[in-house]
């Protein structure tokens, strides 16, 4: 049974930092796709990056440049990097896993606020 399991996430000023880990277990292959969407209270959840296996990668245009994921394929893992954090980044960010379906994390909040 494949899980998925977010890391960090938190409480950061605008312009701070802040790294998210996420951990996809359960599965004898690597994921074709990991990434990450992100939900604000009372909006759409949206997508935020992905990265294939291959290394490729799509970023929404709001975080280009501020942004960066990465992954290793050895551990299943992906991170993103958030870097010149703005309090519209304020959202519940939700990591995936995808092989023929789309798996999910339960979600970490991050709150940018001075």
């Known amino acids: 049974q494949v899980q998925v399991v977010e890391y960090g996430g938190g409480l950061v000023q605008p312009g701070g930092s802040l790294r998210l880990s996420c951990a996809a277990s359960?599965?004898?292959?690597?994921?074709?796709?990991m990434g990450w969407y992100r939900q604000a209270q009372g909006k759409q959840r949206e997508l935020v990056a992905h990265?294939?296996?291959?290394?490729?990668?799509l970023y929404a245009e709001s975080v280009k440049g501020r942004f960066t994921i990465s992954r290793d394929n050895a551990k299943n893992t992906v991170y993103l990097q958030m870097n010149s954090l703005k309090s519209e980044d304020t959202a519940i960010y939700y990591c995936?896993?995808?092989?023929?379906?789309?798996?999910w994390g339960q979600g970490t909040q991050v709150t940018v606020s001075s």
């Open positions: 995936y896993a995808q092989l023929s379906a789309m798996y």
């Open positions: 990265m294939n296996i291959g290394g490729r990668t």
């Open positions: 359960g599965s004898m292959y690597a994921f074709a796709e």
